[in-house]
């Protein structure tokens, strides 16, 4: 919004739409991992779904335009865990260089530890 | 007869769980739900009180005033204690 009107970008309840998207699709692996790994934090008692919320809400309409709906996910996942102090910036830096040094393919990545 | 609540319509920043179209508008309440944590509080991993929420029911008319394609058709929607003042009743 460009007026401070305080209604935030999220908050699209009332404004014109359009027509409805109602065509099915299907999910990947890693979108399924990311809402498994949702579901685990909340019940690790990590963060709840409203965290995961405020983080998506607090990203902006950018990335709405820019991301797909998982990789908002795992933004705002990644957020509330190192709020949370689960790991730190350092942690997830390292084990981020680890895995991409797999290989570039979604297997290669997904091998286990080590 | 139903109870008047009108939404507050204030604006704060942050996380807030009244839709932006509601506040300020009037409805009546339709049941109560019961009392959940407030998620505007654990939505920041602050501990979080628990406030009664319930379903409020609100005319088209209400909503959109003239433009309303059906007047009288309803929202209902679920909105936290602390976002709603009592109205006295109708006369």
Known sequence: ?114 | MAERVRVKAMMPPGHVRAPFYLRGKTGEIERSLGPFKNPEQLAYALPAAPKNLYRVRFTMAELWGAEAEAPQDFVEAEIYEHWLERLPDAP
């Open chain 1, 1 to 114: 919004m460009d007026k401070m009107d305080g209604r935030r970008w999220h908050d699209m309840g009332g404004l014109p739409a359009g027509e409805v998207p109602k065509d099915g699709h299907d999910f990947a692996i890693w979108e399924k991992r990311v809402d498994a790994l949702m579901i685990l934090c909340g019940t690790k008692g990590h963060f709840t779904v409203d965290g995961l919320r405020r983080a998506l809400e607090d990203m902006g309409p950018e990335a709405f335009e820019n991301h797909t709906y998982y990789e908002r996910w795992i933004a705002a996942v990644n957020q509330n865990l190192i709020e949370a102090g689960v790991y730190s910036i350092e942690e997830l830096g390292t084990r981020m260089e680890q895995i991409k040094a797999r290989g570039p393919s979604y297997g290669e990545a997904s091998v286990k530890d080590g």
